[in-house]
Each structure stands twice: as C-alpha cells, then as structure tokens.
Antibody
Framework: QVHLQESGPGLVKPSETLSLTCAVS????????WSWIRQPPGKGLEWIGY???????NYNPSLKSRVTISLDTSKNQFSLKVTSVTAADTAVYYC??????????WGQGTLVTVSS | QSALTQPASVSGSLGQSITISCTGT?????????VSWYQQHPGKAPKLMIY???KRPSGVSSRFSGSKSGNTASLTISGLQADDEADYYC??????????FGGGTNLTVL
C-alpha cells in the first residue's frame, strides 16, 4: 500500500516561494500519477496540479503561472513550488495518488501559513 | 474552471438514506463519467468513497453509492450511521488533464 508524507516549512512570508515535498513509500514514484491539492482553513478542496511518472505536468489554470511540480525518482518523492505567495495561499496542502478517476491515497496534509 | 455546486449542508436520521447532489456543466460532470466522492472528518485527510461515478474502492461500505444524470452527480448514503457525519466533496475530470472539486457538503446525522 502506497503511503504519502508531506513536509516543508509551515510559515512562508508574503511574496516568497512556498516549497513542499511529498515522500512516497510502499511503491515506486515511477508508476503512478501524483497530484497536489490544497484546502484553505474552513473551506473546500482545490486541485493544484499533477505530474505523471514520465514527468508530464499540468496545472489548475487559476494557479498555472505560479506553480511548478517536479519529480525526484532517486528519492522517490515529488515536490511543489508556489511563487509570489499571498495570504490567500494559506492552506493545508495534500499530496495524493491518482486512483481511477479519483485520488487515493492522500498524505496527512501539512498546514502552510503565509504571514510576515 | 468553476467549482462544482453542492448543497452546503444536509441532514438525516440514523438508519435513513440521504442524497448529496453535485452540479457541474457539460464540460465536466456531464461530459465524462469521471466523478469521484470524498469523505472528510474534521482534521483528517479526505478519503475516496466513489470513483468513476459509481465504483467503490475496496473497503468502502456498499451503503455508499454514486450515480449521474446529465450535469448532476449524486452520492447516496443508505442506513445512516453516526460515523457518516462528515464533510463530503465531489470532484470531476474537467478536460485538458484538469480536475475540479465541489464546494463541499456538511452531513449531520440526527
């Protein structure tokens, strides 16, 4: 069973870059598709983007200009970068595996707060 | 790409059945049979309950079922149990390798 674990700074200053990593265990990152999804406090889920096992990426059009997702096969992990962050980027960030048309499993999530 | 529309809240009594709707457009829900549903308890990660419109992952109770008519997908939970009380989110493939979520529905079990 694949297990995902997010990691990264919990506090980022406005205008800086948010960087998170998702470590994959119990399976090879070179097998599936992988997504990042976020949830602002008290609000709903928002799909950010995905990366395939070949490195193909695609992003939510509303975030595309600020988001990069990359793969590190040597460490069996993938990463998210969001540039020029504002308070609106404060959220719990989840990584997840694609399963059929859905997402399963998910990591436990990590809260990132944008504040000076 | 706009969020799918879900009712903010629904409620039902123990043992009863409820249905949560998820309305999109012909560019997402109506255009593909690729809707998924998630259950989220407070402070926890979402859990996949239904995928490809009506399929249940291994381990998900048969009390959960999914369907679609036109641009609206639905999640039905039968035989409501106390532990079903949670937030539920729908998600649809929206074309061009993108996905869109609904705003979420809070289920209260009375």
């Amino acid at each position: 069973q694949v297990h995902l674990q997010e990691s990264g700074p919990g506090l980022v200053k406005p205008s800086e870059t948010l960087s998170l990593t998702c470590a994959v265990s119990g399976g090879s990152i070179s097998t599936y598709y992988w997504s990042w999804i976020r949830q602002p406090p008290g609000k709903g889920l928002e799909w950010i983007g995905y990366i395939s096992y070949t490195g193909t990426t695609n992003y939510n059009p509303s975030l595309k200009s600020r988001v990069t997702i990359s793969l590190d096969t040597s460490k069996n992990q993938f990463s998210l970068k969001v540039t020029s962050v504002t308070a609106a980027d404060t959220a719990v960030y989840y990584c997840a595996t694609h399963y059929g048309s859905g997402f399963d499993p998910w990591g436990q999530g990590t809260l990132v707060t944008v504040s000076s | 790409q706009s969020a799918l529309t879900q009712p903010a809240s629904v409620s039902g009594s123990l043992g009863q059945s409820i249905t949560i709707s998820c309305t999109g457009t012909s560019s997402d829900v109506g255009g593909y049979n690729l809707v998924s549903w998630y259950q989220q308890h407070p402070g926890k990660a979402p859990k996949l309950m239904i995928y490809e419109g009506s399929k249940r992952p291994s381990g998900v109770s048969s009390r959960f079922s999914g369907s679609k008519s036109g641009n609206t997908a639905s999640l039905t939970i039968s035989g409501l149990q106390a532990d079903d009380e949670a937030d539920y989110y729908c998600c649809s493939y929206a074309g061009s390798s993108t996905w869109v979520f609904g705003g979420g529905t809070n289920l209260t079990v009375l």
